[in-house]
C-alpha cells in the first residue's frame, strides 16, 4: 500500500487548513485510515481515524475542531482542520492499517503568526 498526502502549509492562529491523503495498491475492503502528528522530540500522536465503515476517532485535543472523513471509491481520506492553534504545528502523517501499519510522508503544518 502507498500513500500520497497533500495539503499542509503556514496557517496564522484560528485559521484553516485541510490535509488529504490517498491510498493506493492492494487495498483491503476493510481498513482504517488516520492522521498522527509529530513534534521534535516526542512521539508521534493520533490525531483522527475513520474506518471503511465510517467510525471515527480524535484525539481529544482536535475534537470539536478538526474533522475526519473519507471516500471510500477513492481510498481517500481527509482531514479539516478549523480554528488552529500553535500548539497544533507538527508533521502529519497519513495512516492505513489492515493488520499492519502503512505510512505515508509526512507533511508540515506550522501554524504561527
Known amino acids: 500500500v502507498q500513500l500520497q498526502a497533500s495539503g499542509g502549509g503556514l496557517v496564522q492562529p484560528g485559521g484553516s487548513l485541510r490535509l488529504s491523503c490517498t491510498a493506493s495498491?492492494?487495498?483491503?475492503?476493510?481498513?482504517?485510515m488516520g492522521w498522527h502528528r509529530q513534534t521534535p522530540g516526542k512521539q508521534c500522536d493520533l490525531v483522527a481515524t475513520?474506518?471503511?465503515?465510517?467510525?471515527?476517532n480524535y484525539a481529544n485535543s482536535v475534537k470539536g475542531r478538526f474533522t475526519i472523513s473519507r471516500d471510500n471509491a477513492k481510498n481517500t481520506v481527509s482531514l479539516q482542520m478549523n480554528s488552529l492553534n500553535p500548539e497544533d504545528t507538527a508533521v502529519y502523517y497519513c495512516?492505513?492499517?489492515?493488520?499492519?501499519?502503512?505510512w505515508g510522508k509526512g507533511t508540515q503544518v506550522t501554524v504561527s503568526s
Open positions: 475513520i474506518s471503511t465503515s465510517g467510525h471515527t
Open positions: 495498491g492492494s487495498i483491503s475492503s476493510f481498513n482504517v
Open positions: 495512516k492505513y492499517f489492515s493488520g499492519m501499519d502503512y
